[in-house]
């Protein structure tokens, strides 16, 4: 394979692995309780501020940003869960999904509001930010970190879920949350603790985001939210495992567009992700490893 | 140990339950027949804490003092020892039987205990313990009976509600499963409360049963009593309801 | 329902073309352009909602495409009102036969309308099998689609730079009547036959079906009517303020118009109405305070806030109460 090819499927391992980050977290939440959580992007946002945060103050180091930005996604995902969401846990899908749109906005109007809506950037540490040379590739070391660390805590999740007693009461609760509760297993923590998880994920992609691409803003999550959408559709709705190959898939195929397109196309980017979207929710709704029902009226 | 009184439940406008008292004495076994649609799901759904009573009391004795169960949370009733065994079943198809057996001691922490548990499950059901790997949606309608029994007996009930457990299933394999209800209740000194439309079987085995129709209790008696009341093929039939 | 006084329709329809007559005319004469703008982007509201209402709240689908319809229809508008002279510069790449002309705003409009109903029609076919959220998402999809196009043929559009210069064709009168009629013609639907087949459809669609309800058509129907109208109040907005861009048209605008039916109580029209001048003219009177204090996106947070709370407590909406689901007769 070409050098070319081999830079682009690099590229692609690290946008994948970020979509990854978001779509496990999403995917679990709408596992659990059937939600769509629309404002699972903004959690991304929250997190790369954090970093920002905790980076200006100077104080603290670099290795532990990164566990205090998990700890700092949990708790905003927990939280917002508890003030908005829990509330409206038995109402309509629609109403949820309002809800979930509202605290979107809210929450990037607050970013707006507290932040500025300017750009802002943070940088990794010169560790990261050095370049090497693996072959005829060349990358950075950061774009070594991220899928490694994509992988690592998609297999920490993957390892509670099937072995532990939250996962099980989590997977309960998917199948039936009635019977689930006459078992004792208690609805409001496994929510709880499904936002939380899915918050300190999208929390560290944001970090990733921001030491990658070099540039946060409050509005950052939207966009890549939606897309980590569209990864969840590809592995499959409700498999968390699928969310994490979808990722990947969407991450290599959107940067495959942009590598082999004449560069003139490179701006129908985020078209060419909603497109494929539509595509395949025409023609397998139910993605790779969909275990829910059929999404058709 | 259980007792309902003059419990009133809505469902919108309707009163699902309207002004029901019954007592579920301890260490027996009761029925609730009636035909369909009476509130006997309902009455179960109030028992164990799932439907929000409009008036009335629900009371759970217990060791420790009794609880009133319209203010506990379910998971505290299940940790009192009130297990309800849901309509339909309802095990969890896509989990292993072991799985699902662990979720029935969801609230027991304790691994060897609760592997203790599973292993005189598989005791006395010895065709999960040989496929207790595969998922329970392989089972049989009589299988899964079987696990759904399983599961709530890995809670060490005190008192366990059984929402028709004959539903769909086999003559035989509901004698099986009234044997080793009843079985329970002797050695293990299990309170049983029943509710079926296949009156018979629950009154037979009844030490005392009540009918329902149309959200109220209109019979009550013993087992026996009840067999002999033409009122209750009556109301069993839905007849003149 | 009990049996209230209703007033007939002609009357409350008379009362609506008087009302709207009587703003505008007040306006014309005695306002300042201020608070013409402010009329004429608060009526483009009401539209929008009116026209949601219809999409999303007859046939209970979730529709959050209407920006989408809204972009089309104005671009396409646009270029056929954009002053000949300084089209070729502005958009070289528009078709030759579009370089002379220069048409009136209301006709330009109906054109938008129906290019965006023709998209929405293709677009409806597609999507409109997907269950709520699926649908949702997918029209959010159309959304990004729609401006990723319009960022990027930016021989037709001039891309991010925006057209401006636009000329302000729209005035109070004609914004006036477009509302009016579109009031009307939405009323009309909900209480004729096609609107309790909706109406049907949203309630049960299964049962819907099994009396022989095209569930499929319906859904098809309000939403391309629903785009259609979008499309032209989108053709109508940037000539009132003279510029557009591809994201003038965004997901602020879809959270708003979520926001004001939610408010306004699904399926009801009179709920949209009141939901639409309230939003309007309530962040209108916010954004003073936003832009004194520079607290900018301070209206954004109170308005999802407040929906918050309403859908928490209220989930019916606040103003849906007093219309009939379907006229008494």
């Known amino acids: 394979m070409s050098s070319y090819v081999l830079q682009q499927l690099v590229n692609g391992l690290t946008l994948g692995s970020l979509y990854a980050l978001v779509a496990v977290g999403f995917s679990l939440i709408y596992g659990v309780i059937r939600l769509v959580n629309f404002a699972h992007g903004d959690l991304m946002m929250i997190g790369a501020f954090v970093t920002l945060g905790l980076v200006a103050t100077g104080y603290v180091p670099w290795v532990i940003i990164p566990l205090l930005v998990l700890v700092g996604g949990f708790l905003a995902g927990a939280t917002i869960e508890r003030l908005a969401f829990r509330s409206i846990r038995n109402a309509p899908m629609i109403t949820g999904f309002i809800v979930t749109l509202a605290v979107s906005v809210a929450l990037q109007n607050l970013g707006i509001l507290l932040l500025g809506g300017q750009p802002r950037n943070f940088l990794f540490p010169e560790v990261f930010r050095a370049r090497v040379n693996l072959g005829p590739v060349q990358l950075g070391v950061i774009d070594l970190v991220i899928p490694a660390v994509t992988l690592l805590l998609a297999l920490l999740l993957a390892l509670l879920v099937k072995q532990t007693r939250l996962g099980l009461a989590m997977r309960a609760l998917s199948e039936n949350m009635l019977a689930a509760q006459l078992m004792g297993v208690s609805a409001n923590r496994a929510v709880l603790a499904a936002f939380g998880l899915g918050g300190a994920l999208a929390a560290i992609a944001g970090f990733f985001w921001g030491g990658k691409f ?84 | 140990m259980l007792t309902l009184e003059r419990a009133t439940v809505r469902r919108g406008q309707t009163r699902v339950l309207d002004e029901v008292s019954l007592s579920v004495p301890g260490g027996k076994i009761s029925a609730l027949v009636g035909a369909n649609g009476a509130g006997k799901t309902t009455t179960l759904m109030t028992l164990s804490g799932l439907l929000p009573l409009k008036s009335g009391q629900a009371v759970l004795e217990g060791p420790d003092g009794d609880l009133d169960i319209a203010r506990t949370a379910p998971d505290r009733l299940v940790a009192a020892g009130l297990i309800h065994c849901p309509e339909g079943r309802q095990v969890f198809a896509k989990l292993t039987i072991e799985e699902n057996l662990r ?15 599973q292993d005189s499950v598989y005791a006395l059901f010895p065709v999960l313990g040989d496929r207790r790997r595969s998922s329970a949606g392989g089972l049989s309608g009589g299988e899964q009976m079987m696990l759904a029994l399983g599961r709530a007996l890995m809670a060490e009930p005190r008192v366990l509600l059984l929402d028709e457990p004959s539903l769909g299933l086999a003559p035989l394999i509901t004698d099986r499963i009234f044997e080793t209800l009843v079985a329970l209740n002797r050695d293990r000194g299990v309170t049983l409360l029943i509710v079926e439309q296949n009156a018979m079987m629950a009154l037979e085995v009844a030490d005392q049963g009540y009918v329902m129709a149309g959200g109220r209790i209109v019979e009550s008696g013993s087992g026996k009593e009840l067999l002999g009341r033409e009122s209750v093929l009556t109301a069993y039939l839905g007849v003149g309801m | ?46 539209i929008l909602a009116v026209s949601l209402t219809m999409t999303n709240g007859f046939t209970g689908l979730f529709s959050l ?30 078709p030759e036969l579009f370089g002379g002309i220069e048409w009136p705003l209301p006709l330009a409009a109906l054109i938008g309308a129906a290019a965006a109903a023709l998209f929405a029609t293709f677009a409806g076919l597609a999507l409109l099998r997907l269950r709520t959220h699926y649908l949702a998402v997918a029209t959010l999809g159309l959304i990004i689609i729609v401006q990723t196009l319009a960022l990027n043929l930016d021989g037709l559009t001039r891309g991010g730079r925006g057209l401006t210069g636009i000329p302000r064709l729209a005035d109070l009168p004609t ?50 009517l629903g785009a259609a109208m ?88 606040l103003f849906g109460l007093n219309e009939p689901l379907v006229r008494e007769r």
């Open chain 2, 103 to 117: 979720l029935g001691a969801f609230l027991n922490k304790d691994r060897r205990a609760v592997a203790r548990l």
């Open chain 3, 1 to 46: 329902m009990s049996a209230r006084l209703r007033p007939s329709p002609w009357l409350s329809a008379l009362l609506l073309a008087l009302t709207l007559a009587l703003v505008a005319l007040l306006l014309e004469r005695y306002g300042g352009g201020y608070y013409r703008t402010l009329a004429k982007l608060t009526l483009i509201n009401v």
């Open chain 1, 214 to 297: 070099g540039q946060i803003d409050p509005l950052m999550g939207l966009v890549p939210g939606l897309k980590a959408f569209v990864a969840t559709i590809i592995g499959g709705v409700g498999s968390v495992m699928g969310a994490v190959v979808g990722g990947y898939i969407l991450g290599i195929a959107e940067v495959a567009f942009v590598g082999f397109t004449p560069p003139s196309w490179s701006g129908y980017r985020d078209g060419f992700v909603f497109v494929l979207m539509i595509l395949i929710l025409l023609v397998r709704p139910q993605g790779l490893f969909g275990r829910d029902e059929e999404e058709r009226a």
């Open chain 3, 230 to 317: 979008a499309g032209f109040a989108g053709a109508l907005l940037p000539h009132v303020v003279a510029v557009m861009t591809p994201k003038s048209f965004g997901l602020t605008l879809t959270f708003t118009l979520v926001a004001m039916i939610v408010v306004g109580g699904q399926g009801s029209i009179i709920g949209a109405i009141l939901a639409a001048l309230t939003i309007s003219l309530g962040t209108e009177a916010l954004r003073p305070m936003e832009e004194g204090l520079g607290l900018y996106g301070l209206t954004q947070v109170i308005v999802a806030l407040a929906l918050i709370l309403v859908l928490i407590w209220r989930p019916r909406g």
């Open chain 3, 175 to 224: 914004i006036a009547a477009a509302t009016f009629v579109i009031v009307v013609i939405c009323w009309r639907i909900k209480h004729a036959s096609l609107g309790r087949a909706m109406l049907a459809v949203r309630e049960n669609e299964m049962a819907a079906r099994c009396f022989g309800i095209g569930a499929f058509r319906l859904k098809l129907l309000a939403f391309v």
């Open chain 3, 65 to 94: 495409g209407h920006p989408a319809f809204m972009t089309l229809g104005a671009y396409v508008a646009v270029a056929f009102t954009y002053p000949a002279g300084r089209k070729s510069f502005a958009m070289p790449d528009l």
